[in-house]
């Protein structure tokens, strides 16, 4: 990790919750190819020729200050109107399911895959695990990002501490929550399962942040709700996944690592519950479908500190369908309610093709407002 350029110590500062003259600027991801060129001030083209570097330039050319999740091919999936994959999958209109040759055509179907294949699977991994061999691969692999960033964009922690999540994308949202529904205890036991694992990848990953000295922030990212709440009933997830989520999180819990937690859709059911199980902030926030952000940003860790917030421009909304001055607006709102420390700005999530450039430019313009000049 560097400390040595203001942008990079300025991210540092924020994630201490040390009080700072800007708020920094956490990653953009642009995914229209044009805009990602006119940022970074290259010739049209350029981001398919060298994806990597144009969208590094792009970054950079904002004045993005921590970068998380690093997806710098992730916009080659996107054309100028939007997603241009063909690949079908579990959850995006395959025919048929097959996993390990077997068919997922019902939740009797899931159950059979878990109980032969996963469980088995899972078990297996426990007993094998290395502790020393996943410390280094998270030291490398975050080393090897960071010296890719440069010096000027500080590599903030994403994905390699792990918790139970539900198994939708392998067995197609219909038979994976039918089975939720009717097997609660197979339910349970992969969640107990996956924890197991989890336990031992999280050891690992607190001995990574401690002899690394890594960035202290890691983003938890998996996708429990939608418009409505929780895609299950909050109370199951009481009973069968919270205190296995609590159980494989105590590793990190022990560090002095700031776990936040990605947002989509309405979580605000889910928000008390993950403060108590050791989340110290929250990024991705969907206004409009009830994520209070306000409340939020008054709520405390459970030991009673203010919370780390990456707060954003919506991109579902504001950015797409707003005005420049809804774009300034949004921003002036997000910085004066925000926590006074610890608080990023950037958008709620990945800006997709077709927003007026008119609002990307307010919205760089603003980032480099409060970069420089912070809250006054």
Excluded at 43 to 68: F, N, S, W
Excluded at 96 to 121: C, K, N, T, W, Y
Excluded at 139 to 154: K, S
Excluded at 310 to 319: E, F, H, K, P, Q
Aim: with cysteine; charged share 25%; aromatic share 8%.
């Amino acid at each position: 990790m560097t400390t040595e350029t203001p942008t990079v110590r300025l991210a540092l500062d924020t994630i201490l919750h040390k009080p700072t003259r800007g708020i920094p600027t956490w990653m953009i991801h642009i995914m229209e190819h044009a805009q990602i060129e006119r940022i970074a001030g290259v010739a049209p083209g350029a981001y398919k020729r060298h994806p990597e570097q144009t969208y590094l330039a792009c970054q950079r050319a904002i004045g993005v200050c921590m970068i998380d999740q690093f997806i710098p091919d992730n916009p080659l999936t996107m054309g100028d109107r939007g997603y241009e994959g063909t690949t079908k999958g579990a959850t995006t209109g395959a025919d048929r399911v097959i996993l390990d040759g077997m068919v997922i055509d019902s939740p009797e179907a899931v159950v059979r895959h878990m109980e032969q294949v996963v469980f088995p699977r899972l078990q297996k991994a426990a007993a094998e695990f290395d502790e020393d061999r996943r410390t280094r691969e998270i030291i490398d692999g975050e080393a090897a990002i960071q010296q890719c960033l440069g010096p000027t964009i500080l590599k903030g922690g994403f994905d390699f501490v792990r918790f139970p999540t539900f198994a939708y994308g392998d067995y197609g949202y219909a038979n994976y929550f039918m089975a939720y529904a009717l097997y609660p205890e197979v339910m349970e036991r992969h969640f107990a399962l996956q924890a197991d694992v989890a336990l031992l990848n999280n050891r690992a990953a607190a001995r990574a942040y401690a002899e690394a000295k890594l960035a202290p922030l890691h983003r938890l990212d998996y996708d429990m709700a939608d418009s409505r709440g929780t895609l299950v009933d909050i109370r199951s997830l009481d009973r069968m996944w919270f205190p296995h989520v609590a159980r494989c999180l105590e590793p990190m819990r022990k560090t002095n690592v700031r776990m936040i937690w990605h947002c989509d859709g309405n979580l605000m059911q889910m928000v008390p519950r993950l403060l108590e199980v050791g989340i110290k902030g929250f990024q991705g926030f969907q206004y409009e479908d009830g994520m209070d952000y306000e409340a939020i940003c008054r709520m405390k860790t459970k030991d009673g500190e203010d919370l780390t917030i990456i707060a954003g421009v919506s991109v579902t909304r504001t950015l797409p369908y707003g005005t420049p001055d809804d774009v300034r607006r949004e921003l002036a709102w997000l910085v004066d309610n925000g926590p006074k420390t610890g608080l990023f700005l950037g958008c709620s999530s990945s800006v997709t093709p077709g927003v007026p450039w008119e609002n990307i430019r307010t919205l760089i313009r603003g980032l480099a407002h409060y970069r420089i000049r912070g809250a006054s």
